[in-house]
Structure formats: structure tokens, C-alpha cells
């Protein structure tokens, strides 16, 4: 049984930083693709950013190049998303997902396993 396990979410001033954290476990991910995605209040979820764990193949939502990174720990299986310069409009519940495919897509559909999400706040 797949398990996602995010943390690190908090409340934040705009400016700051946060780090999330995304814990795996129920096989191995070496050939998952690993990806953030967030959903504000009264909006549709979307996506963040997205790793290929074997490889490091990434992408991002325009919204949060440059300031966003996804790293991975293979030691630990564990995904992580450094969030940085965090605006207001980043405010949203964030979600951890797993995906079997090998393309590194923001295309909700192709992950197949969820956690549970952690909010981030952002103030202003």
C-alpha cells in the first residue's frame, strides 16, 4: 500500500520560506515520478512541480519557477519542495502525489496515489 505523509506546511509571512516534506513508503519510487500540487479555497487544485526520481527530469508551474525548488532523498524516500520569495497567492493546501509514469507532466490525472495535503499560509 502506497503512503504519502507531507509536512512542513505553517503559517508564513510574504517574503518568507517554507519546506515540505513528503514521506513514502509501501514500495519503491525509484522509477515514480513525484510531484506537488496545491488547491486554494473555492479553486481547483494544480499543479506545483514534479520530479522524476531516476534521473531528476523537473518542471514547474510558470507561477512558481524561480522561486520553487523539488529535490528528492533517495536514502530517505522522501520528496521535498522548497518554497521561496512565498506571495499571498500561494496560500493553499498542498498535496503530495505519485505517479508510474515516466513523463515528468502536470497532468493530474496521470498520478495515481495522494497524501493528504498540508496548508500553507502566506500573509501579507
Known amino acids: 500500500q502506497v503512503v504519502l505523509v507531507e509536512s512542513g506546511g505553517g503559517l508564513v509571512q510574504a517574503g518568507g520560506s517554507l519546506r515540505l516534506s513528503c514521506a513514502a513508503s509501501g514500495r519503491s519510487f525509484t522509477s515514480y515520478t513525484m510531484g506537488w500540487f496545491r488547491q486554494a479555497p473555492g479553486k481547483a487544485r494544480e499543479f506545483v512541480a514534479a520530479?522524476?526520481?531516476?534521473?531528476?527530469?523537473?518542471n514547474f508551474a510558470d507561477s512558481v519557477k524561480d522561486r520553487f525548488t523539488i529535490s528528492g532523498d533517495n536514502a530517505k524516500n522522501t520528496v521535498y519542495l522548497q518554497m521561496n520569495l512565498l506571495k499571498p497567492e500561494d496560500t493553499a493546501v498542498y498535496y503530495c502525489?505519485?505517479?508510474?509514469?515516466?513523463?515528468?507532466?502536470?497532468?493530474?490525472?496521470?498520478?495515481?496515489?495522494w497524501g493528504q495535503g498540508t496548508q500553507v499560509t502566506v500573509s501579507s
Open positions: 520530479i522524476r526520481w531516476s534521473g531528476g527530469t523537473t
Open positions: 502525489a505519485a505517479s508510474t509514469s515516466i513523463v515528468v507532466a502536470p497532468a493530474e490525472k496521470l498520478f495515481q496515489y
